[in-house]
């Protein structure tokens, strides 16, 4: 059966990046049999600039309807000012939400080639390949009660809830567990278990979810023993699974280890395996239009694309393996780039992934 794919390019560099992925789906559908159709919508400020909303009703529909979305990157300074509801980043949120996304899956890889564009020592983080599934609607971010309160003696008090149920817990377990099964079949769950009972409820759980995957090795770790494993020794962890805060946190942390923000995509699943792929970066008003970003993470989302919602392994690992085979002849962009490479543009890069993909 055709699966529907909604692309929304979104603002700055989301639409040359999307194009080039595009580029790559276009290529599966006519050389590989892959049965897809696109359609593209406006999302972010491009959708504020001609239906004065970021995330109009045509687009959600769109999605909704899509068994995965395609998004660039949203945000610019020529809506910094606008009213913070119709802001940009508003569809991207309202996207997540509406559409149910609660796991997001962020991989940090580090490909050999690039080992010297990590801070780290390439021999510490040279062939990184681990993955934070990351629990996105729950916790500390939209737990009740939250404020500000003055206090008798007309002190202010800042307050928020960290809050978990069961039931959130279980879902983001088997989002966790299920991403195991397709690698290395190892989970870390990361709480603060020993200070929090929301945490100890969350390892738990985790536990009792554990049983159901007896080929899934589980362990437990305290997020600030997490926090300095991933730069001491970032190559133990195969799958970290967390809540909203520390994934928030803890994710940035990883991606960074790589160095390389043009390198890294994502996914945000639902709990029947839609999902919404799309670069960790933003839209890098800085290099919009110039034709030098670097495709490769949106090219890398579409991998993860078929992975996880289109149930087409092996055309990820295809794409893995071009974009590997683009880094081997020694093709990069700007971000990316060190002495003795070839620098190329945006659609220089997509064009190269096309032909490898044909050539494997
Ligand atoms: P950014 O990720 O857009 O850019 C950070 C730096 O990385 C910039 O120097 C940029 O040129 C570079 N960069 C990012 N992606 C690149 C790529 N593919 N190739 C080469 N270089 C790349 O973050 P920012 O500058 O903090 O934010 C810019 C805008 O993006 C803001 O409006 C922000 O709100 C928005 N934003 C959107 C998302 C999203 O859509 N998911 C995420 C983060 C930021």
């Not at 020529?78 to 949120?93: F, H, N, S």
């Not at 990351?134 to 008798?152: A, C, N, Q, S």
Request: glycine share 8%; proline share 5%.
């Amino acid at each position: 059966m055709t699966k529907k794919i909604a692309v929304l390019p979104g603002d700055g560099i989301g639409t040359e990046i999307v194009a080039e992925a595009v580029k790559v789906l276009e290529s599966l559908r006519q050389d590989f049999s892959l049965a897809i159709e696109m359609e593209h919508a406006l999302v972010g400020g491009a959708a504020y600039d001609a239906h004065q909303h970021p995330l109009p009703p045509q687009t959600l529909a769109l999605a909704k309807q899509a068994d995965a979305v395609l998004l660039g990157a949203v945000g610019g300074h020529k809506w910094e000012t606008l009213e913070i509801a119709l802001r940009p980043e508003k569809g991207l949120l309202g996207l997540r939400s509406e559409l149910g996304l609660f796991s997001n899956l962020r991989p940090a890889i580090l490909y050999p080639q690039l080992a010297a564009a990590s801070s780290l020592k390439p021999e510490i983080v040279s062939g990184l390949d681990i993955m934070i599934v990351r629990e996105l609607t729950g916790d500390i971010y939209f737990g009740k009660p939250r404020g500000v309160r003055v206090l008798d003696n007309g002190e202010r008090e800042g307050f928020n809830t960290m809050v978990y149920r069961e039931s959130e817990i279980e879902r983001i377990g088997r989002s966790a567990f299920a991403a195991a099964l397709r690698r290395d079949r190892r989970v870390c769950s990361v709480d603060k278990a020993n200070v929090l009972e929301c945490t100890e409820l969350w390892r738990e759980v985790m536990t009792r979810v554990a049983k159901d995957y007896p080929q899934v090795t589980l362990s437990h770790m305290y997020v600030d023993n997490a926090a300095m494993q991933l730069v001491r020794a970032p190559k133990q962890f195969d799958v970290m699974v967390t809540g909203n805060m520390f994934g928030d946190i803890l994710s940035d942390c990883a991606a960074m280890l790589t160095g390389s923000i043009g390198m890294l995509p994502s996914a945000s699943l639902d709990a029947n395996g839609k999902g919404m792929y799309e670069p960790i970066h933003g839209s890098a008003p800085d290099i919009a239009g110039k034709g030098i970003a670097n495709p490769l993470a949106t090219i890398l989302s579409v991998a993860m694309m078929l992975r996880y919602s289109l149930d087409e392994p092996a055309l990820a690992t295809r794409i893995e393996i071009a974009v590997n085979t683009v880094l081997d002849q020694g093709l990069r962009t700007g971000d990316i780039y060190t002495p003795g490479t070839k620098k190329v543009g945006t659609a220089q890069m997509g064009d190269a992934v096309v032909q490898a993909l044909r050539n494997i």
